[in-house]
């Protein structure tokens, strides 16, 4: 009886052939309640949850390989270097780097950004240069350029976006000149979920030889990314967000730019030699990796994505868009609920707003009855100006989500609605 | 949703709704701004002081239901106090709030501030009521600029 009841329990969802029940087997955090309700994870782009294969991958390194890497000419360091090293194997292939070198491990795509902007940003971008930034950006693709256009008298030039929250690819064409040095934007918005036209826009600033950075740390756990297809100079994801420990994540860059860049922190791992009078460099990717990195959570991103390659992909992300769409549906239908970010290209995310009700109190509602959401600025406060709210609700999908979750949320956003009334 | 209701009475439902004192106070000789960079709440508060006792507050701003009420219901509290009497109620608030203080079985001026005893149950949201407190009480003292962070 038992196993008839958990094969009904397990049967796919029709609509999109995604087996998502057997999906959440492989992810224990799914399985607590929270107040006494079940727990609905709505919050996965802020960060996403971690499967038993990715914690088994990480516990067996602390049982049985913990040791520091590079360096000891013994066994257990060589083990340590073989599994970090084949997690930058494992990256390379994910986003399709020419060479695993290409891809530095950094805690996050965060450190990624800031990395760019130390090595690259503050050797070649001086006074009178310009830099081309999106309305859309979270603040770590805004602070750091803002640091360096402050250090160097360079500016920072805004792409604007429209209601919808889409970029004006007009008037980025014409923010393009010969004084644009650099260009860095997200590939999906983590406040409106809009997903960037970022080939055409690459393009377009490879018209003026001028580099461009891609914040993926909304797109690399959602769809399929391929830098050289992109022909991006700088791609930066965080671990966090697909499926991996934190502390883990990398920033690809073309190994010719890479090698051109100063280091971004000093220390152990990232030289030849070392004396008082001068300092060699190592080669890629060492010379940008200074220090003991986080191996551990750098094994455990190598295991998420054997866990992503595992899983098909490609009905991942037709099951993610389709939850999108039907709870776009819901929360439409509920009056008094508008919807901020309603580009026609968009994943993942489904930020609203409620009249009258702050989104503090639409979160903590909605934590009473299990549900997890981003409720805030989600670090992204001219969007929240460009759109005059202070503030948003963030549901934010992964493909372990269901639409029953979808149903949990629409029900309790109009609960919200009534206690407030 | 006990708790639920705990938090969100009618009475913080009313305030939020129709906040009392919730203008620019043209005469005000003190004032102050509170940010709560975690959620974007964001007000002001305005204070006219005179021979050190609040003669009349107000504020203004965006912020969530707490903290509005809050900020609503503690305008009504300290008007007409001395300023040492402010900066007590401030103190008691605020140990109510973080549950260092039994607001039933301690003597206090609370008196219908005990309702926000209810925030304690929920930690992420003790800052949201008691920035207006904060706010008010760099105000008396002159600060230009707070952040609960």
């Not at chain 1, 800031?114 to 309305?135: C, P, Q, T, W």
């Not at chain 1, 740390?217 to 992109?230: E, G, I, K, Y």
């Not at chain 2, 003597?107 to 926000?116: A, E, P, R, T």
Request: include cysteine; glycine fraction near 8%.
């Amino acid at each position: 009886m038992a196993t008839i009841e958990k094969s009904v329990l397990s049967k796919p969802q029709a609509d999109s052939g995604f087996d998502v029940a057997r999906i959440r087997e492989d992810f224990p955090v799914l399985r607590q309640t929270v107040n006494g309700k079940p727990l609905v994870y709505l919050d996965n782009g802020a960060s996403s949850q971690v499967p038993q294969v990715v914690i088994d991958r990480g516990s067996l390194y602390l049982e049985e390989e913990h040791s520091n890497i590079h360096r000891g000419v013994h066994y257990l360091s060589q083990r340590a270097t073989t599994a970090y090293e084949g997690a930058r194997e494992k990256v390379k292939r994910f986003i399709n780097a020419r060479e695993a070198k290409e891809c530095i491990f950094v805690r996050g795509a965060t450190e990624g950004i800031n990395l760019v902007m130390h090595g690259y940003g503050r050797k070649f971008i001086g006074a009178g240069d310009e830099i081309i930034i999106s309305a859309m950006e979270h603040h770590a693709n805004i602070v750091p350029w803002q640091m360096l256009c402050e250090e160097k008298g360079a500016t920072l030039r805004v792409i604007p976006m429209n209601d919808a929250g889409e970029l004006l690819q007009d008037e980025y064409d014409s923010l393009l000149n010969e004084k644009t040095k650099f260009v860095a934007f997200t590939h999906v918005s983590n406040a409106l979920g809009t997903v960037n036209p970022v080939k055409r826009m690459i393009d377009q600033a490879h018209k003026y030889g001028v580099p461009v950075l891609i914040d993926g740390a909304q797109s690399a756990p959602h769809m399929l990314v391929d830098v050289q297809d992109l022909d991006c100079d700088f791609y930066t994801f965080s671990g966090h967000k697909m499926f991996a420990p934190t502390g883990s994540g990398i920033i690809y860059g073309k190994a010719e730019v890479l090698e051109t860049m100063n280091p971004f922190q000093g220390g152990g791992d990232m030289i030849k030699s070392v004396t008082f009078e001068k300092t060699t460099y190592a080669d890629l990717p060492n010379k940008l990796e200074a220090g003991t990195p986080a191996i551990a959570s750098q094994i455990g991103l190598g295991a998420a994505i054997d866990y992503l390659n595992s899983i098909d992909r490609v009905k991942a992300e037709a099951h993610e868009h389709e939850l999108l769409r039907y709870a776009t549906e819901r929360l439409t239908a509920i009056e008094g609920v508008r919807i901020i970010g309603t580009a026609r290209e968009k994943i993942s995310v489904l930020s609203f707003v409620i009249d009258d009700i702050h989104p503090h109190d639409i979160g903590t509602i909605l934590d009473q009855e299990g549900i997890a959401v981003r409720a805030g600025h989600h670090c992204a406060q001219p969007v929240m100006q460009r759109f005059k709210v202070p503030a948003t609700a963030r549901a934010s999908f992964a493909f372990y989500n269901t639409k029953e979750e979808v149903d949990v949320l629409a029900r309790t956003v109009e609960r919200v609605i009534e206690i407030f009334s | 949703m006990s708790e639920l209701s705990e938090l969100y009475q009618q009475v913080i439902l009313d305030h939020n709704k129709k906040p009392r004192n919730f203008r620019k106070l043209e005469s005000a000789n003190h004032s102050a701004e509170g940010f709560n960079p975690l959620c974007g709440d964001q007000l002001t508060v305005y204070l006219n002081l005179e021979d050190d006792a609040v003669k009349e507050v107000s504020f203004e701003g965006s912020g969530c239901a707490i903290s509005k009420a809050a900020a609503s219901m503690m305008t009504q509290a300290i008007k007409g106090k001395t300023k040492q009497q402010a900066e007590q109620l401030f103190s008691e608030f605020h140990k109510m709030v973080t549950g260092e203080l039994d607001e039933e079985n301690t003597q206090n001026g609370l008196g219908n501030l005990k309702i926000f005893s209810g925030v304690r149950d929920f930690p992420v949201r003790v800052k949201c009521a008691s920035l207006p407190w904060h706010t008010m009480h760099a105000a008396l003292n002159k600060k230009e600029q707070i952040s609960t962070e």
